[in-house]
Nanobody, 116 residues
Framework: EVQLVESGGGMVQPGGSLRLSCVAS????????MQWVRQAPGKGPEWVST????????YYAGSVKGRFTISRDNAKNTAYLQMSSLKPEDTAVYYC?????????WGQGIQVTVSS
């Protein structure tokens, strides 16, 4: 059974940090590009970041560049999103996504709330 399980979300004050984790199982993790996508209340999905299979290449949305860092550990079948200098507008449900060719898997999502 394919699973992507996110953890590490929660509530944090503006300027704070959180690290999200996404543990994969049921497929060959190292073959998949990994992404983080978020959806704020009342808004559509927003792509946040992508990391290539080997972890060498990364991409970021302009809204998070310089504040968020995506990484992965293929030995642990885990992708991460380190989020720093968080802003209220970062409040959203964050989803991890795995993509390879025609195959695509999604996690269940985890809430991140940035509020004072």
């Amino acid at each position: 059974e394919v699973q992507l399980v996110e953890s590490g979300g929660g509530m944090v004050q503006p300027g704070g940090s959180l690290r999200l984790s996404c543990v994969a199982s049921g497929f060959t993790f190292k073959l998949y590009d990994m992404q983080w996508v978020r959806q704020a209340p009342g808004k559509g999905p927003e792509w946040v970041s992508t990391i290539s299979t080997g972890g060498v290449t990364t991409y970021y949305a302009g809204s998070v560049k310089g504040r968020f860092t995506i990484s992965r550990d293929n030995a642990k079948n885990t992708a991460y999103l380190q989020m720093s200098s968080l802003k209220p507008e970062d409040t959203a449900v964050y989803y991890c996504n795995a993509r390879h060719s025609v195959y695509e898997y999604w996690g269940q999502g985890i809430q991140v709330t940035v509020s004072s």
